[in-house]
């Protein structure tokens, strides 16, 4: 099982926004940066979000991220079919020493 | 520009050992690391290391302590991930990323990603 907790699909309409959760503890999200990525089909993952809620060179601001404690929180905003892909989060456990991802969540832009 | 190109898909039969690469371009490779994760079909990412291309510093998930050793070649740029006493469970896409020297940094840039197929 996942360390991160994510719901396995969400959706909305395009143009409408929708937000992603990312669950976890004290030892992960609660004290490391977070970061998020998105899978299209068939393809490797890309980082979208790093250290809860910075965007890489390239990625629009439709996309942003945030962090409340234990969780962690990816919005995006102005949906487009091309945003239909997984997402994932992750972070560092430090009890772990380890990296740690969320399940995943499939996002369908109806 | 920044690429990471893994080697190609592999067979193998249960017991066998896998060595995957990932060759690095576009940046100075001893100032990252590299995390290797895997997906299984339909799964999600697993995290399975990370090893520092500056001293070969090595953190490996628990899961594969013991089974898989990851290094890196500085004169060539390659990275390697070796998995051994392969099983059903191991097939997967491999992929490498570049990160950073510091545990959680995150992972910007993914190669293209290697199948293994583990099968009798």
């Known amino acids: 099982q996942p360390v991160l907790t994510q719901p396995p699909s969400v959706s909305a309409a395009p143009g409408q926004m929708v937000t992603i959760s990312c669950s976890g503890s004290s030892s992960n999200i609660g004290n490391n940066y977070v970061s998020w990525y998105l899978q299209l089909p068939g393809t490797a993952p890309k980082l979208l979000i790093y250290?809860?809620?910075k965007r890489p060179s390239g990625i629009p601001d439709r996309f942003s991220g945030s962090r409340s404690g234990t969780s962690a929180t990816l919005g995006i905003t102005g949906l487009q079919t091309g945003d239909e892909a997984d997402y994932y989060c992750?972070?560092?456990?430090?009890?772990?020493?380890?990296?740690?991802f969320g399940g995943g969540t499939k996002l369908t832009v109806l | 520009q920044v690429q990471l190109v893994q080697s190609g898909a592999e067979v193998k039969k249960p017991g066998a050992s896998v060595k995957v690469s990932c060759k690095a371009s576009g940046y100075t490779f001893s100032n990252y690391g590299i995390t290797w994760v895997r997906q299984a079909p339909g799964q999600g990412l697993e995290w399975m290391g990370w090893i520092s291309a500056y001293n070969g510093n090595t953190i490996y998930a628990q899961k594969f302590q013991g089974r898989v050793t990851m290094t890196t070649d500085t004169s060539t740029s390659i990275a390697y991930m070796e998995l051994r006493s392969l099983t059903s469970d191991d097939t997967a896409v491999y992929y490498c990323?570049?990160?950073?020297?510091?545990?959680?940094?995150?992972?910007?840039?993914w190669g293209q990603g290697t199948l293994v197929t583990v099968s009798s």
């Open positions: 992750g972070t560092w456990d430090s009890i772990l020493s380890a990296g740690v």
């Open positions: 990323a570049r990160d950073g020297q510091k545990t959680g940094d995150p992972c910007d840039y």
């Open positions: 250290d809860n809620d």
